[in-house]
């Protein structure tokens, strides 16, 4: 056998780089993530109305004008006029700036909370552990809407009324979720190691169990988005959420659901169908992320 004969093939960049995916794409974008792909494309394009609201609406989403009242939809008016003649499209895109924000927004707070209760709770147990599980405990000994909805009747509506309710109650799955990680993390030999070297407790928890929890957080907070414009809507559904004048999906499929029978569906139907979009795509972005993550790790 010459030598000729034992050298092994030489594959060209190129090849290894097409069998992992584009080559300017990240690593776990470059694995054929469909999910994720489709999600960010269907939530871009929501975001992307609700930010250039002002330019796609050729209408005022407040302005009442009782002589083009439930109309169909036109060229003047793409999804047709409710019952006081505001412009439905109109409605619906800035509906999503108002329903968007406070739901990604209502996310952040229970998420920090419930890293931080769940890493404690994980890394310490004992008395620390059973004191914080107790407290949870107690937050899911109610149903979830339930506890939302006494909370925003207690304090009266508005999004920072939201914002309170949905912090009280979401922190005890992001720290429950949090906390399992910690406690397999804890009996880890890094963490061993990093202890007998003297490193400071507050140093281990931020740069070591943070960085190797807070993945599944992530991901999960795609779902509890989901949850929480599924409150948002809920709640101006019953009169408990935004504060009219302001476009809310859900206020408008409570004012439309009246003419239904007439044969107006197009009042319940463009903001229901906006509230499946945003869940699918959000859906989307979550599965693709726990794919991507899992590949990753």
């Known amino acids: 056998m010459t030598a000729s004969e034992t050298t092994l093939p030489v594959i060209p960049p190129s090849a290894e780089v097409d069998a992992r995916g584009t080559g300017w794409a990240p690593g776990w974008m470059r694995r054929h993530n469909l999910q994720l792909w489709i999600g960010g494309s269907m939530l871009g394009l929501m975001v992307l109305a609700a930010v250039f609201a002002p330019i796609l ?18 060229g003047d008016h793409l999804f047709g ?28 707070a229970p998420f920090v909370i419930g890293l931080v209760f769940g890493i404690v709770s994980g890394y310490f147990g004992g008395w620390i552990d059973t004191i914080m599980m107790r407290l949870a405990d107690i937050v899911t000994a ?14 009266g509506n508005g999004a920072w009324s ?20 910690a406690m397999v993390l804890r009996n880890k030999e890094f ?17 070591h169990f943070a960085p190797n929890v807070v993945t599944q957080a ?33 206020s408008m499929m409570s004012d439309g659901q009246q003419f239904l029978a007439g044969g107006y569906y197009g009042l319940t139907l463009f903001p229901a169908a906006a509230v499946i ?21």
């Open 142 to 155: 109610f149903p979830f809407f339930i506890l939302v909805i006494a909370l925003v009747f207690v304090l």
């Open 218 to 250: 992530i991901v999960y907070a795609m779902s509890d988005i989901v949850m929480n414009v599924g409150v948002i809507v809920t709640l101006s559904y019953f009169g408990l959420g935004i504060v009219p004048p302001t476009p809310d999906w859900g």
């Open 162 to 181: 939201i914002f309170v309710a949905i912090t009280c109650v979401s922190w005890v799955a992001y720290a429950r979720l949090v906390r399992g990680e």
């Open 191 to 207: 963490v061993a190691a990093c202890e007998a070297g003297g490193i400071s407790t507050s140093r281990i928890l931020l740069r």
């Open 57 to 74: 609406a050729q209408h005022s989403p407040t302005e009442p004008d009782a002589a083009h009242a439930l109309l169909g939809p036109s």
């Open 81 to 108: 006029t409710d019952n006081l003649g505001r412009d439905i499209f109109a409605r619906v895109v800035y509906g999503a700036r108002s329903d968007l924000t406070i739901a990604v927004v209502a996310v952040i």
């Open 277 to 297: 979009w945003v869940s699918l795509a959000l859906s989307f972005i979550g599965d693709g992320l726990a794919h991507a993550l899992r590949i990753e790790r």
